[in-house]
């Protein structure tokens, strides 16, 4: 059973980057594959692709892919999509309210209450295995996928993130495994200033991860993000 919360608690923890969305079997489940726009005000609308082998009986792996600046939902799905069918992943996207994500902006608040509404429609409509649940990005949105998944690492199992830039983690929970990828010759956020700074940052906090450079620029090289995938689904 779902723990009931306020709306005022929701948005207490919101601005904390806390996701207050509850794992569970879903309450109103679909039986639907390919893309589905997730509507929830005129203003603000989500994206996810099911894969089309998706069967509601059984638990599938997830992953919540977040964008970079400038980018959209569409970006944050096609991260991954290329791969979903294949792997069985459940992708979900939302937009920021702004050119990127809040912390970015300003602070934590709207991006994080949005995203837990989008996580929750996920929650009651899909079958999700709760061992295999991944939040990811690229560039702005795999910063703010290594800050959102170590605020809330009793809920993400695994974060992915393709060229970080930096962390803002006020506190921690859980130990997610962590995969970080990053160009060497990155004009955008340079590899020395940003993923060869993290990386052991996280290392002494005693998370497990899997980094890899690559030679090339700010980007997603396919090799990457099938050698991401394989790691998420425990077949590396």
Not at 39 to 59: C, G, Q, S, T, V
Not at 96 to 103: G, H, N, Q
Not at 154 to 180: C, D, K, W
């Amino acid at each position: 059973m779902k723990e009931s919360r306020s709306g005022a608690n929701i948005a207490k923890a919101s601005y904390e980057g806390i996701l207050t969305a509850v794992r569970a079997n879903p309450t109103k489940p679909l039986e639907v594959t390919g893309y589905q726009t997730v509507k929830f005000d005129k203003n603000r609308e989500a994206l996810m692709y099911i894969p089309e082998n998706y069967n509601r009986e059984k638990a599938s792996p997830f992953a919540l892919m977040l964008h970079g600046a400038g980018g959209s939902a569409q970006h944050g799905i096609s991260y991954l999509q290329h791969l979903s069918d294949k792997s069985g992943i459940i992708l979900l996207a939302p937009k920021s309210l702004e050119m990127s994500w809040d912390v970015i902006v300003n602070d934590y608040g709207t991006d994080v209450e949005f995203i837990n509404l989008a996580l929750e429609y996920a929650f009651d409509h899909f079958h999700i295995d709760e061992s295999r649940l991944a939040i990811g990005g690229f560039s702005d949105g795999a910063s703010y996928a290594l800050s959102l998944g170590l605020i809330n690492g009793e809920l993400f199992t695994h974060v992915i993130a393709y060229s970080p830039g930096f962390m803002a983690v006020p506190g921690q929970s859980g130990n997610p495994r962590i995969f970080i990828s990053h160009g060497t010759e990155d004009g955008v956020l340079p590899i020395e200033k940003c993923s060869r700074k993290l990386v052991p940052q996280l290392k002494r906090g005693g998370y497990d991860v899997l980094y890899k450079e690559f030679e090339g620029p700010h980007t997603i090289p396919l090799e990457i993000s099938e050698e991401s995938v394989e790691w998420f689904l425990g077949e590396r």
